[in-house]
């Protein structure tokens, strides 16, 4: 017995040994980089245009449709505002429209042995539901109170404006880049980007163009919204989501209430999608989250740090940590959401027909043949159709390197316009036009510098979406900052 006890004690010693060892070893990979001299930039200048184009109502609103009339009238009035409000790179840059609507400029560069790069941005808007509740109106360009106001403040043409100022302001200073730059704004992202930035993705590989990195929203400089870290925290995303909607229907006898059957319609789909939210696909810690807590771990807490440091050990107790919020556990696995429901004309007789909406978020290493997969045996009643809405899928995006020359431009970038943040690989739970440009890189970044905190995040498609003003000039300065390093000669 003492044996057996020495045994263990000797056990444990060596495992905490070995878990702090491990942990003593798990240190910041944050590069060293010294802050760039401050630009100069017209920050009341560049606000007003911003406002201008905020009131532009270039709405997407169904993926099924084209833009109605009136859409159509507002982007070509918004892309006219775009020639008259940045002449200088009007006049430089070969400028082409990609299916009516779409935006793709060419600054070619000296060398066209190098690969080019592309800067990514969109000019469509979501509807507004409720105008009278927002402060300002959300199509006015409002500049109040320290922000610009408006419905794609955040959204995204804080980013699609802030490309143009910057090639603006570098073609005004004379240089010619000695790598190819594209700019491409699409017209469809928020509702799936098909007709715009896939269009312009196949404009470009029917052209036999390679790139060397892409750079499009899905990623800012937050504060708060990384648990266990109290710096703002940059976040380039390396990876996003994959998604698709199963429609799932029952057809059963109707009749009068009075003589129900043992299960109606309702009651068969009822409990198909209560199994589908019971028997969640499973978590794992991979590809860009498990990128994500090697660059944070060593920014946290030594507590944290021995936990991250030992995933070996205790992934299962991080799983059920991290994955405590929708926020943690959308990273971690297939999310399954429930979002449209329908059945029944009248309270006294039984729906012939019961129909159901469920909306999966795609991990990257599962697929939209798996979802159906897990579907079918999680519901496993041959009453329930089950039926992939053929416009929702899209497969998750390919993991893009932490490790590239690319990313290390990004984190330097991001490290030089704003000392001290912390950079981090990260997944983008949602989609964005980024994905269409797989296949001409490995090296599909999501990041910029607008800021980020938990409050901006409902301001996104939601009420009083803003930016602020010094935040904008900070991501004017990215974008410069970005160009200069990767495109022109030192």
């Known amino acids: 017995m003492k044996k057996a006890a020495l045994g263990v004690a000797l056990g444990l010693l060596l495992l905490i040994a070995t878990l702090f060892y491990r942990a003593s070893r798990f240190t910041s ?64 840059l070969k400028r082409e429209v990609t299916n009516g609507y779409s935006l793709l400029y060419t600054w070619r560069g000296s060398d066209t042995s190098i690969a080019p790069i592309l800067l990514m941005a969109h000019q469509d808007v979501v509807p507004v539901e409720a105008e009278s509740s927002w402060t300002y109106p959300p199509f006015a360009g409002r500049i109040a109170d320290g922000y610009v106001w408006g419905r794609g403040a955040l959204d995204d043409k804080g980013n699609l404006m802030a490309i143009l100022e910057a090639v603006e302001r570098l073609v005004a200073e004379g240089a010619t880049p000695h790598t190819t730059i594209y700019l491409a704004f699409g017209h469809d992202e928020e509702v799936g980007g098909r007709n715009g930035a896939a269009r312009t993705a196949a404009l470009l590989a029917s052209r036999g163009v390679r790139l060397q990195y892409v750079v499009d929203e899905g990623g800012a400089i937050t504060t708060g919204l990384v648990p266990g870290i109290s710096d703002p925290v940059a976040l380039v995303g390396i990876a996003e989501k994959g998604y698709v909607s199963l429609e799932l229907t029952v057809q059963a006898e109707g009749g009068h209430s009075s003589m129900p059957p043992p299960q109606t319609a309702i009651g068969i789909l009822g409990e198909a999608v209560a199994e589908l939210e019971e028997q969640q696909m499973p978590r794992r810690i991979s590809g860009a989250t498990a990128a994500m807590l090697d660059y944070i771990g060593p920014e946290m807490s030594f507590s944290r740090r021995l936990a991250l440091g030992n995933r070996w050990l205790l992934s299962g107790v991080i799983e059920r940590e991290f994955g405590a919020t929708p926020s943690g556990n959308a990273m971690l696995r297939t999310t399954t959401a429930p979002t449209i429901i329908a059945a029944g004309v009248k309270d006294n007789v039984l729906p012939s027909m019961a129909r159901a909406v469920v909306n999966f978020r795609i991990l990257p290493g ?31 995006s390919p993991v893009s390197p932490d490790t590239s020359m690319s990313f290390r431009l990004m984190e330097n970038t991001l490290r030089r316009i704003a000392p001290g943040v912390i950079v981090t690989p990260w997944l983008v739970v949602g989609g964005t036009d980024a994905r269409h440009f797989d296949k001409l890189t490995s090296n599909v ?46």
Do not use: C, M, W
């Open 29 to 92: 990979r944050q590069v060293s980089v010294p802050p760039g001299v401050p630009l100069a930039i017209d920050t009341a200048g560049a606000a007003a245009r911003l406002a201008g184009a905020l009131q532009f109502r270039t709405i997407s609103r169904d993926a099924s449709a084209s833009p109605d009339g009136q859409a159509l009238i507002e982007f070509a009035r918004f892309q006219e505002y775009l020639r008259t409000r940045f002449p200088k790179l009007h006049g430089r």
């Open 445 to 490: 970044y999501r990041t910029g510098a607008l800021s980020l905190t938990r409050a901006d995040l409902a301001r996104i498609h939601g009420t009083n979406e803003r930016v602020a003003i010094t935040d904008y000039a900070r991501n004017i300065a990215f974008y410069v900052t970005l160009l200069r390093n990767s495109a022109f000669p030192l």
């Open 366 to 396: 599962d697929s939209v043949a798996g979802v159906v997969a897990h579907a079918k045996e999680a519901i496993d009643d041959p009453r329930v159709t089950i039926r992939v809405i053929p416009e929702s899928a899209n497969e998750p």
